[in-house]
């Protein structure tokens, strides 16, 4: 699925469902981790983690709008848009949402961490499958000092 289906799918569920327009956009993001999908704030925008689709196909993809689309629509109307909120709670069921998406298998790729380490001297960063104390180490690079920056799933 593409970005133009997603937001095809976004307009027609919002449509079907809702009875309002989706006018903002709906984009697959692959930085997204943990989550099937979220609503921003600022931009009215949706982003849907494209993982889902892979693993489960469009099904969960409409589940994941439907959330999603709830947030929206009761964001827009000035309505309670958060999980704890009645409103939400109330159009989630009507529509025929979920609260929580399904969890994504953990495969080796999506457990596996990666460590950041990071010359402060001349910034090269070294990339480690297994977490180091940077205190042991010196930059191969220019002797400095390294430092952890960041640690990320793939
Ligand atoms: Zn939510
Ligand atoms: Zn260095």
């Given at each position: 699925?593409?970005?133009?289906?997603?937001?095809?799918?976004?307009?027609?569920?919002?449509?079907?469902?809702?009875?309002?327009?989706?006018?903002?956009?709906?984009?697959?993001?692959?930085?997204?981790?943990?989550?099937?999908?979220?609503?921003?704030?600022?931009?009215?925008?949706?982003?849907?983690?494209p993982?889902y689709?892979?693993?489960?196909?469009?099904?969960?993809?409409?589940?994941?709008?439907k959330?999603?689309?709830?947030?929206?629509?009761?964001?827009?109307?000035?309505?309670?848009?958060?999980?704890?909120?009645?409103?939400?709670?109330?159009?989630?069921?009507?529509?025929?949402?979920?609260?929580?998406?399904?969890?994504?298998?953990?495969?080796?790729?999506?457990?596996?961490?990666?460590?950041?380490?990071?010359?402060?001297?001349?910034?090269?960063?070294?990339?480690?499958?297994?977490?180091m104390?940077?205190?042991?180490?010196a930059?191969?690079?220019?002797s400095?000092k390294?430092?952890?920056?960041?640690?990320?799933?793939?």
């Open positions: 699925m593409q970005d133009m289906e997603l937001q095809a799918l976004a307009e027609q569920i919002s449509e079907q469902y809702f009875g309002r327009p989706f006018k903002h956009r709906a984009i697959f993001n692959a930085h997204l981790r943990t989550t099937g999908g979220r609503y921003m704030l600022q931009t009215h925008h949706i982003e849907i983690n993982k689709f892979q693993y489960y196909g469009t099904t969960e993809v409409i589940a994941i709008l959330h999603e689309l709830c947030h929206y629509h009761l964001h827009l109307l000035g309505k309670g848009y958060r999980h704890r909120d009645r409103d939400f709670k109330e159009l989630l069921a009507k529509v025929g949402g979920q609260m929580h998406c399904k969890p994504l298998p953990q495969d080796e790729k999506t457990k596996r961490t990666i460590h950041f380490y990071q010359c402060v001297e001349c910034g090269l960063v070294y990339k480690r499958k297994r977490r104390d940077p205190r042991k180490y930059c191969g690079n220019c400095g390294i430092q952890k920056v960041e640690e990320i799933l793939d």
